[in-house]
């Protein structure tokens, strides 16, 4: 059974840093690209990042560039996402997802997230 | 960019109705579209992938289809745990884009 499950999250004061980790179990991790996805309170679903299944190349969303560095274990089968200068808008239930076996970045299963709230 | 539009907003349907919920996209995405269901408190789950491809497990009365900028998601007769929010969510290019959602709430 697939399972990706997210930790790291908490309070953090604006402009600080954090660090997610999504812990992958169930499959062949280091076969899969995987991302991360987050929703702020109330509101709908927000791509944030992605990486390759070798970690070889990463894709950010405009509004993390430069701030946020999605890195991966392949030997550990865990996934990261370091999160920095962090800011109210930031606040949100951060998800870990596993893209599908079709081919394409979309998302078969996915954790149970992790929030991260940036507040002072 | 490309921008995913949803419509309604909001869907108020009775059990055993059909629904009919839409994504837009604002420049051809190709097939390369899905669709998830978010019920409160949990994670997305997918449902249809390459715009008409039921993920594992999902019941037939769901489907999906479309190609391009317009697509659909079709539930044949609404059952009591089809009460969600729905997203797509185009892949053919970089950034991904999810859309605004979809609520489906009985009537």
């Not at chain 1, 999160?83 to 997802?97: F, H, I, R, W």
């Not at chain 2, 249809?48 to 007769?77: K, N, Q, W, Y």
């Not at chain 2, 009591?80 to 979809?102: H, I, K, M, R």
Request: net charge neutral; proline share 4%.
């Amino acid at each position: 059974e697939v399972q990706l499950l997210e930790s790291g999250g908490g309070l953090v004061q604006p402009g600080g840093s954090l660090r997610l980790s999504c812990a992958a179990s169930g499959f062949s991790f280091r076969s899969y690209a995987v991302s991360w996805v987050r929703q702020a309170p109330g509101k709908g679903l927000e791509w944030v990042s992605a990486t390759s299944s070798s970690g070889g190349d990463t894709y950010y969303a405009d509004s993390v560039k430069g701030r946020f560095t999605i890195s991966r274990d392949n030997s550990k089968n865990t996934l990261y996402l370091q999160m920095s200068s962090l800011g109210a808008e930031d606040t949100a239930v951060y998800y870990c997802a596993k893209v599908g076996d079709s081919g394409g970045y979309y998302f078969d299963h996915w954790g149970q997230g992790t929030l991260v709230t940036v507040s002072s | 960019e490309v921008v995913m539009t949803q419509s309604p907003g909001t869907l108020s349907v009775s059990p055993g109705e059909r629904a009919t919920l839409s994504c837009r996209a604002s420049q051809s995405v190709s097939s390369n579209l899905v669709w998830y269901q978010q019920k409160p408190g949990q994670a997305p789950r997918l449902l249809i992938f390459g715009a008409s491809t039921r993920a594992t497990g999902i019941p037939a009365r769901f489907s999906g289809s479309g190609s391009g900028t317009e697509f659909t998601l079709t539930i044949s007769s609404l059952q009591s745990e089809d009460f969600a929010v729905y997203y797509c969510q185009q892949y053919n290019n970089w950034p991904l884009a999810f859309g605004g959602g979809t609520k489906v709430e009985i009537k």
